[in-house]
């Protein structure tokens, strides 16, 4: 059965909450490769792709470097960090509603999941893994790695969906927790469904238009009602 419609899921703060384990990551990762701890205070990253964050971040400590130079051995010792992380952690958490909602969307043929998400793809797949979920469920996806910012993603997406099933998807949604992902599925002449499991609450989604506004996923009926429209 060919899927009709393609679902798209933000990582942190949609699927999973890492407790600000990226951003210390971040930091540790600055340290190792730029003898400088990245700071992020009063940077609004939520939303935001990690190469503009990391690009974002040598520019503002001076650094007086070329970011894209030091892309690679920045990914690497950001992946470590991140493993480190997670270890001392226990693991990263699963959001609420998100088991049983992945579970009733993969016994669906009429849906495609994938993941549109800030993450690089690597480490994006790694924090899945750290909640307990399966990362090969996400087969047609946008990362990081993909575009210049957010709004790039969901035709990267949408194109990935067409060269797997021959056909557009009907529909597109995207699922997240900020204002962000809500800009970046009308970008992509998507459609939204925002969740407020992140920073901003149900009040401040609406304010974004997205076209559903829910506390969490865990209205398993009504979202897949949604969803399979
Ligand atoms: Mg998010």
Redesign the pocket.
């Known amino acids: 059965m060919t899927p009709r419609n393609l679902v798209l899921f933000?990582?942190?703060?949609?699927l999973l909450d890492t407790q600000d384990a990226g951003v210390v990551a971040y930091e540790m990762a600055g340290v190792k490769v730029f003898g400088v701890a990245f700071s992020f205070t009063n940077v609004p990253l939520?939303?935001r792709l990690d190469s503009e964050n990391y690009a974002d971040a040598v520019r503002r400590h001076g650094l007086g470097v070329d970011h894209a130079e030091h892309v690679e051995a920045f990914q690497a010792a950001y992946a470590t960090s991140l493993e480190k992380v997670a270890e001392d952690r226990g693991g990263f958490k699963a959001c609420r509603g998100i088991v049983p909602l992945l579970e009733v969307l993969m016994e669906r043929g009429e849906i495609q999941i994938g993941l549109l998400t800030?993450n690089w793809e690597h480490t994006g797949r790694f924090k899945i893994r750290a909640a307990g979920l399966d990362d090969s469920i996400f087969q047609c996806n946008a990362f990081a790695d993909h575009g210049q910012h957010r709004d790039d993603l969901v035709p990267v997406a949408r194109d990935r969906f067409e060269s797997m099933h021959g056909t557009p998807p009907a529909r597109v949604i995207v699922i997240?927790?900020?204002p962000r992902?809500v800009q970046c599925a009308r970008a992509g002449h998507a459609e939204s469904v925002a969740v407020a499991t992140?920073v901003f609450d149900t009040d401040a989604l609406r304010e974004t238009g997205a076209d559903v506004v829910v506390e969490d996923l865990s209205p398993t009926d009504s979202l897949l009602q949604f969803l399979s429209r």
């Open positions: 933000d990582i942190d703060a949609t939520h939303g800030g997240g927790d900020t992902d992140g």
